[in-house]
């Protein structure tokens, strides 16, 4: 199962109203609209101030490196992130670090607390860690790949 189906299960636990984002695909189409899944209740991407588009760039020999994702969990909070694949299996970087990294925060206690900072520095980290740990398990190659991570947790009650 992704982790995002996992999370989905999860519904109860961690509040997760709807998730966004992106998927893998292996289209090589310059210019070509990125796969999206949705779980979770439906979303009126105009009514909630929503928009996202993800296309692959001109490089005909690689797909599309980038991936995102939006989660809208109960107690008015959204995480909102931006991966960009680099190397040769960027693509495949980007997806899981998109998949993992809300996963551990989630089901991390320290989310929607005053201590958030610093768990979210230290879900970074173990995120890193998991990517070295997968790729010396050739279950994803990170030698020469690897992604950016940007990412945003709102809380709409305080506005920030």
């Known amino acids: ?44 991407v105009v009514s909630s101030g929503l928009g996202y588009t993800c296309r692959k760039g001109l490089k005909p020999e690689s797909p599309n490196q980038d991936s995102w994702m939006v989660l809208k969990v109960d107690g008015n909070f959204s995480i909102y992130g931006v991966f ?18 809300p996963k551990l925060i989630l089901r991390d206690p320290r989310f929607r607390t005053s201590d958030m900072p610093t768990m979210l520095s230290e879900s970074f980290r173990k995120v890193q860690s998991l990517v070295m740990t997968m790729d010396r398990m050739k279950k994803l190659s990170a030698q020469m790949s690897g992604t950016t991570a940007t990412l945003v947790v709102h809380d709409h009650a305080e506005n920030k």
Do not use: C, P, W
């Open 1 to 44: 199962a992704s982790v995002m189906e996992l999370l989905s299960q999860d519904d109860t636990a961690n509040g997760r109203r709807f998730s966004i984002g992106s998927q893998t695909d292996q289209a090589k189409t310059s210019f070509a609209n990125k796969t999206m899944a949705h779980l979770g209740d439906e979303v009126d």
């Open 84 to 101: 960009d694949g680099h190397g040769k299996q960027g693509h495949d970087v980007s997806q899981y670090v998109k998949d993992m990294l």
